[in-house]
């Protein structure tokens, strides 16, 4: 799996953004949101049970992500169509904030080492990546387990102070 200190992979996937089928689907690359921090999250299916409660969340924080000027990127090997059905039929996931990247080809995932070698799907991973494209943090959970967008979003908050932050740090805490 690639890891932390390295390049974000170069990309282009199509994305679900909206649920107007006039304006629903995008093109995303490596390069679009430039000068941002970006946080990409990967889920192993659409229309499963742990997904979108995770998804939801990052939702319901998107603001707070925004805040920090980090763009949130969702993403699974499901196509764009899967996910504009998803959000079309599922209450948490109808006014989603951020694109839903669609890696059918697989190639996101593979550059990433997240494909899971088992169940073919990508793994539950999340990437923080500075405005430069660098990996700054990396965090993959079992497929069955949920991760943490707070968990995430203190770890954007500490890696954007460029300080040395102890245990359990929040934003406001002295760094050391």
């Known amino acids: 799996m690639i890891g932390v200190g390295q390049k974000f992979p170069d990309f282009s996937v199509t994305a679900t953004v909206s649920l107007d089928l006039k304006n629903a689907f995008t093109t995303i690359t490596n390069n679009s949101f430039e000068g941002k921090w970006k946080v990409y999250f990967f889920w192993p299916k659409d229309f499963t049970f742990v997904c979108p409660t995770e998804i939801a969340a990052f939702g319901k924080m998107n603001g707070a992500f925004a805040d920090r000027d980090c763009q949130v990127?969702?993403?699974?090997?499901?196509?764009?169509?899967?996910?504009?059905?998803?959000?079309?039929?599922?209450?948490?996931?109808?006014?989603?904030?951020?694109?839903?990247?669609?890696?059918?080809?697989?190639?996101?995932?593979?550059?990433?080492g997240i494909l899971d070698p088992n169940a073919g799907v990508a793994q539950r991973a999340t990437f923080?990546?500075?405005?430069?494209?660098?990996?700054?943090f990396v965090y993959v959970t079992d497929l069955a387990v949920g991760r943490n967008p707070e968990e995430v979003l203190r770890v954007v908050d500490a890696l954007q102070t460029d300080e040395l932050c102890p245990c359990n740090w929040k934003k406001g805490d002295a760094v050391l």
């Open 128 to 136: 923080v990546v500075d405005p430069e494209g660098i990996i700054r």
């Open 73 to 112: 990127l969702g993403g699974s090997t499901d196509s764009e169509f899967v996910h504009h059905a998803w959000r079309t039929h599922h209450a948490d996931l109808k006014d989603l904030p951020f694109p839903m990247l669609a890696d059918v080809k697989h190639d996101l995932c593979n550059a990433l």
